[in-house]
């Protein structure tokens, strides 16, 4: 049957566009402008109805649109030269110090970059650990982003994954004893394989810290260990949050992986890698031709994304992002306090934007575009969540 009917489109979807298609011919610009300005007016009228999902959406650079016009490539590493000389490396610079100094490390003592998201920061943190353990495994928990078990795969390095606890956290007594195992069936002259162990700092569903120094003492069992903190959703929340979650440098991490486009914000998917740059190797020029040294993983690196995170570091500072992330946390404890009132059955880890409660009926699930697993649904109080947004939730999963 044909339904020629065109209906407005359910709440909670962007409406579909038919199958695109780049024609031989030269298209009309403007038409496709204005289908453009159409579709990003629907995804921002959508924007306030995103709960689930840990990107803040409450952000706007247009201001930064002429960057839009010429190429910015951060070929290699940001503080190498470069024979193209089109690049924002300082600007580059300037946020993986701020960065350094979130995590308290002196910035002098940090080798990182801006990446193309999280999952690469993964990736180049179980590199440079496998250079120092090559017979170590790796261990995570089971709460852990898929991403990992990708990098590890990518690397060849076996992955052992460790219950988590009540709180959704890796518990460090099973650490233990996987890493005791480990050292037994391969003891490489008594000292043990070593344990590459990756912390969750904001675990997906959960929101929950894994705690570095506790992680990294257990492991040890195991002989030398490395850490690295993925912290793509949770390193912001937890440089701040009053419980002071043990995630960074002074706590006996190795590198940490940061996404730029969830806690922060941004236009497009990027992210920041750290490492004490005594793990990392020293630059060498990596060819006559780009005349820059690349530790980096990828060569072209995105220049408008490192404009981006610092033009929203640079708003804020250490004191507006420290405010922003109390005020997130607030709005988190309002979500519990509502969906308590709603009799959704709430529950939230210690200082977590993330709130579980029980799935509720499709239509609402889509309409706020929550995240599910099995009975839970879950909701982020990331920077453009409101509490009218909350308090309209929880009006529609009172209805019968
Ligand atoms: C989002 C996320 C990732 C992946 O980061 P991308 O920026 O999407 O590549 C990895 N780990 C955790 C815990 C995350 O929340």
């Not at 852990?144 to 060849?156: Q, T």
């Not at 940061?258 to 793990?279: E, N, T, Y």
């Not at 997130?328 to 959704?344: M, N």
Request: charged share 20%; proline share 6%.
């Amino acid at each position: 049957m044909t339904d020629t009917v065109t209906t407005s489109p359910a709440p909670g979807t962007v409406p579909q566009v038919p199958e695109l298609h780049i024609a031989d011919a030269p298209a009309d610009p403007a038409a496709d402008t204005t289908r453009l300005l159409n579709l990003t007016s629907a995804l921002r009228s959508e924007a306030p109805r995103v709960l689930g999902f840990p990107g803040n959406l409450d952000f706007d650079f247009s201001d930064l649109s002429p960057a839009l016009a010429v190429l910015t490539n951060n070929v290699g590493d940001p503080t190498s030269g470069d024979a193209s000389g089109v690049h924002t490396k300082a600007y580059e610079q300037a946020v993986v110090r701020f960065l350094a100094q979130t995590a308290d490390a002196r910035p002098d003592d940090i080798y990182g970059y801006v990446t193309s998201g999280g999952s690469e920061g993964i990736l180049f943190g179980l590199a440079t650990a496998r250079r120092h353990l090559p017979h170590a495994k790796v261990y995570a928990s089971d709460q852990a982003h898929y991403s990992v078990a990708r990098a590890a795969g990518l690397l060849g390095l076996p992955l052992v994954t460790v219950p988590s606890n009540d709180e959704g956290a890796l518990d460090p007594e099973a650490l233990k004893v996987a890493s005791f195992v480990h050292r037994r069936v391969r003891p490489h002259g008594g000292r043990g394989p070593g344990a590459i162990v990756v912390a969750t700092i904001g675990t997906t569903m959960r929101g929950a810290y894994d705690d570095v120094t506790e992680l990294r003492k257990q492991a040890a069992a195991a002989g030398d260990v490395y850490v690295h903190a993925d912290a793509a959703s949770g390193g912001l929340i937890a440089a701040h949050a009053p419980s002071a979650p043990r995630w960074n440098f002074a706590h006996g991490t190795d590198s940490i992986s940061i996404s730029g486009h969830k806690i922060i914000g941004a236009p497009v998917p990027c992210g920041v890698v750290l490492a004490r740059k005594d793990l990392v190797d020293a630059p060498v020029i990596a060819s006559e031709y780009t005349k820059a040294s690349a530790r980096t993983l990828g060569c072209s690196r995105s220049g408008l994304a490192v404009l981006l995170l610092w033009s929203a570091l640079r708003r804020q500072g250490h004191t507006g992002l420290r405010a922003h992330i109390l005020r997130c946390l607030e709005t988190a404890q309002y979500a519990v306090d509502q969906l308590t009132r709603a009799g959704a059955h709430p529950t939230r880890t210690t200082d977590s934007l993330t709130v579980c409660f029980e799935r509720p009926a499709d239509w609402i699930v889509r309409k706020w575009h929550l995240a599910c697993e099995g009975p839970t649904a879950h909701l982020i109080t990331v920077g453009h969540v409101t509490r009218s947004a909350l308090d309209e939730l929880c009006r529609d999963l009172r209805q019968p």
